[in-house]
Antibody, heavy 120, light 107 residues
Framework: EVQLVESGGGLVQPGRSLKLSCAAS????????MAWVRQAPKKGLEWVAT????????YYPDSVKGRFTISRDNAKSSLYLQMNSLKSEDTATYYC?????????????WGQGTLVTVSS | DIQMTQSPASLSASLGETVTIECRAS??????LAWYQQKPGKSPQLLIY???SLHTGVPSRFSGSGSGTQYSLKINSLQSEDVASYFC?????????FGSGTKLEIK
């Protein structure tokens, strides 16, 4: 059974940093692109980052480019999101997500999410 | 960036009815479209991928159709457990983008 478990969320002041983790199990982690998707309170979904199987390619929307870094450790079946220079608009539940199949496709598996609150 | 315009924003229908949610892309996304269901307090769940393929375990009353820039999700024979928010997403090109969502309620 595919499982994705996020951790690392919490309350952080504007301008500070936070690192999220996602522990994956139930599949061969190194075979799949992985992603982070966030959802601000009572709002819609926003894709945040995607990383290739080896980690050599990463993709971000303009809203987080230069501030967030996605990475992975295939030996540990773990995905990470380093978030720097946090802003109030980064307040959201952050989900780790795995595509339906190997390659770039819909997100078939989601974690339970971890809440990040950026506030002074 | 590809913009996804989803309609309606909210929808109220009776049990047993058929409902349709639409998504329009700002350019051709070549069927690189998914539909998700999200119940309150839960993570999103994949319903449809590649515009018209039903994800494993999803009831057959859900179906997706469309091509080019116009896509739709149809729910036949509405059930009480279908109360949720629904989102479309294009994954044809980066940055991936989502529609703004449709909140479905039972009348």
């Amino acid at each position: 059974e595919v499982q994705l478990v996020e951790s690392g969320g919490g309350l952080v002041q504007p301008g500070r940093s936070l690192k999220l983790s996602c522990a994956a199990s139930g599949f061969t982690f190194s075979n799949y692109y992985m992603a982070w998707v966030r959802q601000a309170p009572k709002k819609g979904l926003e894709w945040v980052a995607t990383i290739s199987t080896s980690g050599s390619r990463t993709y971000y929307p303009d809203s987080v480019k230069g501030r967030f870094t996605i990475s992975r450790d295939n030996a540990k079946s773990s995905l990470y999101l380093q978030m720097n220079s946090l802003k109030s608009e980064d307040t959201a539940t952050y989900y780790c997500a795995r595509p339906h199949t190997m390659g770039i496709t819909a997100f078939a598996y989601w974690g339970q999410g971890t809440l990040v609150t950026v506030s002074s | 960036d590809i913009q996804m315009t989803q309609s309606p924003a909210s929808l109220s229908a009776s049990l047993g009815e058929t409902v349709t949610i639409e998504c329009r892309a700002s350019e051709d996304i070549y069927n690189g479209l998914a539909w998700y269901q999200q119940k309150p307090g839960k993570s999103p769940q994949l319903l449809i991928y590649n515009a018209n393929s039903l994800h494993t375990g999803v009831p057959s009353r859900f179906s997706g159709s469309g091509s080019g820039t116009q896509y739709s999700l149809k729910i036949n024979s509405l059930q009480s457990e279908d109360v949720a928010s629904y989102f479309c997403q294009q994954y044809y090109d980066y940055p991936f983008t989502f529609g703004s969502g449709t909140k479905l309620e039972i009348k």
